[in-house]
């Protein structure tokens, strides 16, 4: 392990991004004002903001954005999905973020509302992120597009292989990169990167890591998006659930931001150079990640 560390340290090109999701108001807005200030010394490639479909939550995404703008010289990319709008209103929004500087889009599909079972189309609006992402492309040929990834395969996917399709088309319509879903499994993220190249998908694929200020509740986040959740993980959290007191809480944290640096490291010394941080709009955790993969403030190490 010291070797590997040792190679860690000599290597200058290893980065991350954060994802973020909207503040509902300006306490929240402050609380991001601040985690990218704290964030900007380990020169994270981008921040992105994720989106919630409807009015207020579209709302949100676009104030969050514009804040961010005005704190941070990151570069801050925009989620957009394209449910329940025409195909013309998602094009709208997707402007109005160009309008509020976004050069970088994250062109998803999205999820069912709450109390439907299966995503069904906007009947004026795009079938899948595929579509969307050819007619982003279309319209401005300089925005980056980032898409979804699933190393377990998205629940909605009839098999592995018409996932990877999936994402082949992604990328054919015009995507420059795919972030991925959580996982917590780092051979189940290997395996599906070969399974991609063998493929043929030869974009940058980089793994989304989900930092857990609250295993519990990313547990229940996991069962909804299907993200396996390994009985190990699980064991190392066993009896902290619930627990208020000051000790359990704190034992929690560092016990979850022990695992996160533990994901980062043996990725990072398998050879991946970019990880796309689920920052739970938290520095602490993504700030630990950053030095454990030695981005140190001005390179000092
Ligand atoms: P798509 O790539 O369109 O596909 C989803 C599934 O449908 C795939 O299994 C695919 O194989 C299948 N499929 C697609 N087209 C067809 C077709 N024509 N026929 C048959 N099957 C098809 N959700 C939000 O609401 N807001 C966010 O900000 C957000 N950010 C995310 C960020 C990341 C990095 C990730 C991994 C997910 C995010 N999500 C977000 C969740 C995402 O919206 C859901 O996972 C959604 O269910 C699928 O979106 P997608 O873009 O992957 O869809």
Redesign the pocket.
């Known amino acids: 392990m010291t070797t590997n560390f040792r190679r860690l340290a000599a290597r200058r090109d290893l980065g991350v991004s954060l994802?973020v999701?909207p503040a509902r108001d300006e306490a929240g807005l402050d609380v991001l004002r601040s985690l990218a200030r704290r964030m900007r010394p380990y020169a994270p490639e981008f921040i992105?903001?994720?989106?919630?479909?409807g009015g207020s939550?579209r709302e949100r995404?676009l104030a969050t954005i514009k804040a961010l703008r005005e704190a941070t010289d990151t570069p801050i990319a925009a989620?957009?999905?394209?449910?329940g709008a025409s195909r013309a209103e998602t094009l709208r929004e997707a402007e109005r973020f160009r309008e509020a500087g976004v050069n970088h889009i994250?062109?998803?599909?999205?999820?069912?509302p709450e109390g439907e079972a299966r995503?069904s189309p906007h009947p004026e609006g795009f079938?899948?992120?595929?579509?969307?992402v050819a007619a982003l492309r279309q319209r401005w040929p300089e925005v980056r597009i980032?898409?979804?990834?699933?190393p377990e395969?998205?629940?909605?996917?009839?098999s592995r292989e018409?996932?990877l399709?999936?994402?082949r088309?992604?990328f054919e319509a015009g995507a420059d990169d795919?972030?991925?879903?959580?996982f917590f499994d780092n051979d189940l993220f290997f395996d599906f990167l070969e399974r991609a190249r063998a493929a043929g998908i030869g974009g940058e694929i980089s793994p989304?890591v989900m930092l857990m200020p609250n295993f519990f509740q990313v547990k229940s986040f996991a069962e909804r998006?299907k993200t396996s959740v390994p009985k190990w993980l699980e064991a190392r959290f066993k009896g902290l659930c619930g627990k208020k007191d000051k000790d359990s809480l704190l034992t929690h944290r560092m016990l979850a931001a022990a695992f996160a640096t533990e994901q980062v490291l043996d990725m990072a010394v398998r050879g991946v150079r970019h990880f796309?941080l689920?920052t739970m709009n938290r520095p602490h955790m993504a700030e630990a990640v950053c030095r454990a993969l030695m981005l140190a403030p001005d390179g000092e190490m």
């Open positions: 994802e999701f992105s903001v994720t989106y919630g479909a939550g995404t989620h957009l999905t394209v449910v994250v062109a998803l599909r999205g999820d069912a995503f079938a899948n992120a595929a579509e969307l980032s898409v979804a990834a699933y395969t998205h629940p909605d996917s009839p018409a996932d399709e999936n994402l088309s992604k795919a972030l991925t879903q959580f989304g998006c796309h689920y």
